[in-house]
């Protein structure tokens, strides 16, 4: 439709508007805000809310009130304030509420400081919420995916009933790139379960409360059955030159762009690396993962995250103990450099 | 009217299928206690108006955690403490529906004081019913916000004290105080007539709400037998001669009268429309690639840096935007997290015909220093052979380095003397369409118009590119 030269951020609320979404809440937080301005700007325009709650706690319950009448919702916010969206995280999946959180992660633990990193992917990951609960959730490496991730999160959200987060980090988030921009999504199923205020919703409730342990236990059993048919149906990742690759180096967002540089300066140098690429990390692409260790020409794993090593556990239940997996961290914002990667991927194939 | 409030309202399920077990026909409240009483007041009231079918009803944490067992209303059941932002989110969905929040004393004074305070302030369109009966029924008998100085409950066994818990909050004085809310009134259900003075005010809470009138309060003194540890006349009793002492009755504020109705209509934009809101809309350039003046060496990682003010970003972000239109691949970022100190603003750009790895630009091809601080710093990871342009009219000290081609250019001052400093950024583009093979000329002036769209800068903006341009044409030969 049109192609226009835009931030990260902004990319997430002109795709949101795009897929449909017409609600935002949300409170102030670097670096994330540009999403809050961006929702402010154009949301009054489409006849949209835009409403800057007096907390990230009623944010995010806001969008509970609003998911449950069934239009397309949203909130963002970066790491301290997702912290904080955790309670209502849990009610969101319980009730099986449709809708959208962004994080633009930042660096932690506690007020950490406002630059890049990605130590949110435990709180995101695994639900950092009370309850057997997952997120649907998406890690877009540019602003076109920033784009096309949350448009698809609106789509995710409401085929399974179930939040979806955008996981960004600092970077995405505030970095500039041409987006083809599609027509905005014209179909939507249609909710018979919300709660519209009209007569037939009635006898619709938006409810997590199950006193009966029987109850409670059938309908965690009912969320597990979904979570397994969105692994099935859902799980989005990217190979990059894996075809005769003997070393595989993971990693997710911003990382995901300095490995494929790396990768393509070592394989110069006849380095037989790739890079396999999580677009969704839950559901996390463990068996595409397991499937790779299978294979007699992969002889290691190497995962690169701007954390402590926090989705490197996932590898490594995917990969088993079929092959060894290595792992390289930055933290407290700080980013590799290209050469720092090239280093460290093969200090990591020596170790071998 | 009478006989509706002892029978059971059409805005009650006739049968309580939601409530587990056999009796689906008797609420689970402990005999002699208030909500019942004050369910049947809101239901008769949701009914006489005719408006239960367009009820939306959220029930908090608390012993009215199942109002949804009974109310034939659509029905949320929101986090403790959060259902005015519940009830919020719901509104502004729907703006025609009639929200009611129903809320306890630990819910909405305690761990929902936020909310509760925010949602009055801006004025939401909701009816809330506060329930204050100075205990927490459903957790076990322990101290509520509201509870009074001496009361004994599980959690002040040796009864309130102000030195520990503080004063009990009045919270239809606090939200009378507001400016938003047009109506609060605190009332008590200890007898028939207070009951039906608590009627009048259930009734004029909800009718707000229909008018459009904007928020109410209405708190409710209501007894908790089973908390108090008394019989329900007992507790009747106490709420006349103790509770009402420490919170007096009263209209507290009823500006409703006086008010406009609100506009809450949506005014949805059309689908056509929406990607001009959003500004999708292609510009009608038609550039034709194909006959674009591009040399060989497009892949530049190219870092720009000076002080804030000097236009550092905005020359990146043109940069690219020239790029994408001569259908290269482009990336922009500017400095931030710990690049950001040593008080330097710079962004990292990058061109390619191939797809951008990472966005950051450790070893640029072309750095553009515009201060001092920004050559010194960056001026050692310039790649062997690559170019750095920097402004001789504001940097006393020259590149050291002979590996590279030193390019200075006075920006500032021909900026000067074209009548603002601030357009010495487009000077420099203009040298790097002069001398580098990324950028058509062509383009760029076509392109020009767009960034700037009013007449008068695009005009010296044009002056400032072209005398560039001769700078940077004569650097090539």
């Not at chain 1, 995101?124 to 997952?134: A, I, L, S």
Request: glycine share 10%.
């Amino acid at each position: 439709m049109a192609k226009q030269f835009v931030k990260g951020n902004e990319a997430i609320v002109k795709g949101a508007i795009l897929a449909g979404c017409r609600a935002y809440y949300g409170y102030p937080i670097t670096p994330a805000s540009e999403i809050a301005h961006a929702a402010a700007q154009y949301m009054p325009l489409v006849g949209g809310t835009f409403l800057q709650a007096e907390s990230e706690i009623a944010a995010i319950n806001m969008v509970y009130g609003a998911a449950g009448t069934g239009i397309r919702a949203m909130t963002a916010s970066s790491s301290p304030g997702f912290s904080l969206k955790q309670e209502g995280m849990s009610y969101l999946a319980g009730a099986e509420l449709p809708c959208v959180v962004v994080d633009v992660m930042r660096g932690g633990p506690g007020l950490g400081n406002i630059a890049p990193e990605q130590g949110d992917y435990n709180q995101v990951v695994k639900g950092g919420g009370h309850g057997n609960y997952k997120n649907i959730v998406l890690v877009p490496n540019s602003a076109q995916e920033m784009c096309d991730l949350t448009m698809l999160a609106f789509e995710l959200a409401d085929r399974y009933r179930n939040p979806a987060v955008v996981l960004a980090d600092g970077f995405i988030g505030q970095m500039m790139e041409p987006v083809d921009f599609p027509e905005p999504v014209s179909e939507f199923a249609e909710k018979n379960w919300a709660v519209r205020g009209i007569d037939k919703d009635r006898l619709n409730l938006i409810s997590s409360i199950e006193l009966d342990p029987d109850d409670l236990e059938r309908h965690n059993k009912k969320l597990q059955r979904k979570y397994e048919i969105i692994e099935n149906a859902e799980t989005r990742f990217e190979k990059y030159r894996l075809d005769d690759a003997e070393f595989v180096v993971v990693g997710y967002g911003i990382v995901s762009r300095m490995i494929h540089t790396a990768v393509d300066q070592l394989r110069e140098e006849g380095v037989k690396v790739g890079m396999f690429r999580p677009i969704t990390v839950s559901p996390f692409p463990r068996k595409q993962l397991a499937e790779l260790a299978g294979h007699n020409s992969i002889k290691a794993f190497s995962v690169i995250e701007l954390s402590n090593g926090q989705m490197v556990d996932d590898v490594r239940l995917a990969v088993n103990g079929a092959k060894p997996v290595e792992f390289y961290g930055r933290m407290g914002g700080n980013v590799p450099s290209i050469d720092e990667l090239v280093h460290e991927i093969k200090r990591m194939m020596r170790v071998l | 009217m009478s006989v509706k409030i002892l029978g059971k309202s059409d805005s009650f399920y006739d049968v309580y299928e939601r409530r587990p077990g056999t009796n689906k026909k008797q609420t689970h409240y402990c005999p002699g206690c208030g909500h019942g009483i004050l369910h049947k007041l809101i239901g008769e009231a949701l009914n006489d108006y005719q408006v239960a079918e367009k009820t939306v009803f959220v029930s908090p944490v608390g012993c009215s955690v199942f109002a949804y067992y009974y109310f034939n209303a659509g029905n949320f059941q929101a986090a403790h403490g959060r259902a005015p932002a519940v009830a919020t989110g719901i509104k502004r969905s729907l703006p025609e529906s009639i929200v009611i929040s129903y809320q306890g004393d630990g819910d909405l004074a305690a761990i929902g004081g936020n909310e509760i305070l925010h949602a009055a302030n801006r004025g939401e369109a909701l009816t809330v019913f506060f329930v204050n009966n100075a205990i927490y029924g459903m957790t076990g008998g322990q101290m509520a916000p509201t509870t009074l100085i001496g009361q004994k409950t599980t959690t002040t066994p040796y009864g309130r004290t102000v030195a520990n818990e503080g004063f009990p909050i009045k919270m239809a004085e606090i939200i009378a105080s507001l400016e938003s809310p047009v109506y609060v009134e605190r009332v008590m259900l200890a007898d028939t007539r207070s009951i039906n003075a608590a009627r009048k005010a259930v009734r004029k809470g909800i009718k707000n709400q229909i008018e459009k009138k904007g928020f109410s309060f209405i708190e409710v003194l209501s007894t908790c037998p089973t908390g108090w540890k008394m019989t329900a006349p007992q507790a009747e009793e106490w709420i006349k001669s103790t509770l009402v002492k420490n919170f007096p009755l009263g209209v507290y504020k009823d500006i409703a009268e006086q008010v406009e109705p609100l506009n809450l209509a949506k005014n949805l934009a059309s689908l056509e429309r929406v990607p001009r809101f959003l500004g999708l809309v292609q510009d009608r350039l038609e550039l034709d690639t194909s006959k674009m003046k591009l040399g060989e060496e497009i892949d530049q990682e190219i870092k720009i840096a000076g002080f804030g003010g000097q236009g550092v970003l905005s020359l990146g972000v043109w940069l690219s935007e020239i790029g994408m239109r001569e259908d290269l691949k482009v990336s922009w970022i500017p400095s931030y997290g710990p690049e950001m100190r040593g008080g330097t603003a710079n962004c990292h750009v990058k061109l390619s015909r191939s797809n951008i790895g990472s966005p950051l630009v450790t070893q640029p091809t072309i750095l553009i220093a515009m201060n001092r601080p920004s050559l010194e710093k960056f001026e050692d990871d310039v790649i062997e052979g690559g170019a750095i342009i920097w402004d001789n009219s504001l940097i006393d000290v020259a590149p050291k380095r002979s590996d590279i081609r030193n390019i200075p250019i006075p920006s500032t001052q021909i900026a000067k003397e074209l009548g603002n400093t601030k357009i010495s950024n487009v000077v420099v583009l203009g040298v790097l369409a002069g001398f580098t093979d990324f950028l058509d000329p062509d383009v760029v002036q076509r392109v020009l118009p767009i960034i700037f769209k009013k007449k008068h800068l695009l005009e010296i903006n044009l002056k400032a590119f072209q005398k560039g341009l001769e700078l940077g044409r004569d650097l090539k030969n």
